[in-house]
């Protein structure tokens, strides 16, 4: 006698992702634009206290080598490489791994090897690794085929973070922009599909300071804005100036991001 099937088993979450990703706000960006932010995300991943927290969860216990897809700058993997002999710095952007590259420089690490290619490359000559990375980087059109690349390179354990809640946006500006938005599928769905695919991960919670509207006048606000958000009205971008002015960068009090740290063992 066969197992019952349970009426979970008709939901298709990896569709239902897709859905979400595409009918959502807010819309992927390309390796270039992605190099115009370098300088500024690099010089907030240097204050913020996320990539050790990250890493103080990984289990690098028999692992000699770990890859790191969606680098960046090298948020995660400068933290990681002096447990390991060999890491791997993989992003579609060539302006985060030239931070990644000048990082290594100013740090003395000389184990991470930059790989510049994206999710929809062949990844067929990267090296499998002991420990598979994604740190806040599965901005993917097709979650199930990404996760199926990772554990297809992964030989023990595999480390994601996923945004909890679909808004990287704070309340109070789209408050002020009276905005209402389709967030992104979160991590929720991330769990669905693995358990789907028969894998059981483990969930914990990562908070962070949210940094991603600082800015050094108003003008640099409203375009921080406009990326998240897409084109904004004239009429929008002087009510986030005068909004900027008056308020926000009077706050003393930072806001906060929730990140889900999904996990499991990988079997070969």
Known sequence: MGLIK???ESIDFAKLYQEQKTNSTFKGKSGEDWNKRAKNFNENVQTSSYPKEFVSKINFEG????????????????EAAPHLDAVYGLDYSSGMLEFLKSN?????????????????????????????????SMEVKDIKKALLKLNDKANKRIYISFKAGGSFVENDIL????REIIPRPDYIYLVNILHSMGIYATVDFLPAENKKFLSKGDDEFVEKVEWSLGTL???????LKEYYNTIYKFKKEASYIRWALVSWEVNK
Do not use: Y
């Not at 692992?63 to 400068?78: E, H, N, Q, R, Y």
């Not at 420089?105 to 994604?134: F, M």
């Open 6 to 8: 349970t009426n979970l």
């Open 104 to 136: 290594c420089e100013e740090r003395g690490i000389k184990n991470i090897t930059p790989v510049h290619k994206s999710w929809e490359d062949d990844w067929s000559d990267i090296p499998e690794c002991d420990i598979i990375v994604a740190s806040r």
């Open 175 to 178: 408050a002020q922009l009276k």
């Open 233 to 239: 009205s004239d009429e929008e971008k002087i009510i």
């Open 63 to 78: 692992a000699k080598s770990l890859l790191d897809v969606g680098c960046g700058p090298g948020t995660i993997a400068l």
